[in-house]
């Protein structure tokens, strides 16, 4: 790579396909849009690529990373598929569902993708990340692509803003459709466990499989709760977070949604509205731009209105109250 090739290419170039396979190949990362959040993906069988990851994110090498595949072929190439599992592989897939599954010893997945756990997280994305993965023919590796504790990335620049200089190459795919990152589950002996609430509802998981879906206590049988993502601060902008309110202070920014603003909204500092129609699915798409935006020194307090916990509601109440969790 010449030293004055963008950083930034557009996703659609077979040249920056090309590119970015071939850092791929030497055990590069590359940051890769997908319709939940950007990723920085590297080969899931490569030791060096998957490091790379870690090293770029600043992220504590103990956490797994979800493993991105083009199809079911592949992911029953890597991990035991019970029924259930290949049932909501089936209706969900491609899209932001991750599935929980029992690795299989061959697969090649590199322990530190999986920090070492007999279980991987596998997901089949559409698009870009699919595709490379099947150009590849191995599993893409991929958290989202921000610094590690930071807002999860659905544009090339947010990615850029947070890793520019730490990685070689971003495909630029345009804005991330859905905007949270995918649901986790793992299929249980009588239920489907939520292990993180994300781009497809819990009740679209409990249609699709006939299974109620349950989440799962915290205790120490759980390794997830010790993952990024799960960690009680997360998504954290500089100034502080207040939620459910009903209203607004004069120095505060106001996180809206929906029609009807708070008492005090005319006098805020600013307004941003994830969804003036108060639309769970449109503002789940704003929510990380939102938070980029109000990410300033200059803005010290926000406001968020209470947004409902049903359908993609309950993923962003999850985002937001990490966003809004005591800082260290
Ligand atoms: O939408 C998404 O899921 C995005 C895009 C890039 O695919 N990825 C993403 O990755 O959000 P990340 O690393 O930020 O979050 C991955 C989560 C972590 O909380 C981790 O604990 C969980 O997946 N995870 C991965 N493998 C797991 C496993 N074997 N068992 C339990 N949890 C796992
Ligand atoms: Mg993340």
Redesign the pocket.
């Known amino acids: 790579r010449k030293i004055d090739d963008p950083i930034i290419r557009d996703a659609n170039d077979p040249a920056a396909i090309g590119q970015a396979l071939e850092l791929l190949r030497a055990g590069q990362c590359v940051a ?1 849009p ?1 319709e ?6 590297a080969d899931a069988t490569n030791g060096d690529g998957v490091a790379r990851i870690f090293a770029a994110k600043g ?1 504590p090498s103990f ?6 595949v083009p199809d079911m072929g592949m992911a029953d190439r890597l991990a035991f598929i019970d029924p259930l599992s290949e049932a909501l592989m089936a209706a969900f897939w491609p899209g ?1 569902l ?1 599935i ?1 599954c029992r ?1 299989r010893e061959e697969s090649g997945i590199h322990p530190l993708a ?2 070492g ?1 007999d ?3 596998l ?1 089949s ?1 559409v698009g870009v ?1 699919s595709a490379l993965a099947r150009a590849l023919g191995q599993p893409l590796a ?4 921000n610094k590690s504790g930071r807002v ?1 990335p659905t544009s090339a620049a947010h990615v850029a803003a947070s890793l520019e200089g730490r990685i070689p190459l971003i495909l630029d795919g345009g804005a991330a459709r ?1 905007g ?3 649901t ?1 589950v ?1 299929v249980e002996a009588d239920h489907i466990a939520l ?2 609430p ?2 497809i509802s819990r009740g679209a998981i409990a249609q699709a499989s006939g299974r109620p879906v349950r989440t799962p206590s915290r205790g120490a049988s759980n ?2 709760v ?5 960690l009680t601060s997360h998504y954290a902008p500089t100034g502080a977070v207040r939620l459910d309110a009903e209203h607004v202070e004069p120095h505060e920014w106001l996180i809206a949604f929906g029609p009807r603003l708070p008492e005090g909204h005319d006098a805020a500092r600013g307004i941003i509205n994830l969804s003036p129609s108060g639309d769970l699915r449109e503002a789940a798409a704003n929510l990380f731009g939102a938070l980029a935006a109000i990410d300033r020194p200059a803005i010290r307090a926000i406001a968020v209105m209470p947004i409902p916990d049903e359908g993609l509601g309950e993923a962003i109440n999850d985002r937001l109250k990490r966003a809004a969790a005591p800082r260290d």
């Open positions: 890769v997908t939940t959040v950007y990723g920085l993906a992220r956490n797994p990373l979800i493993c991105h932001a991750t929980v690795l999986t920090a756990l279980t991987v997280g997901r994305p990340m991929a958290p989202s692509a999860s859905v949270v990152e995918s986790i793992r292990l993180r994300g781009g390794p997830i010790t993952a990024p993502g799960q």
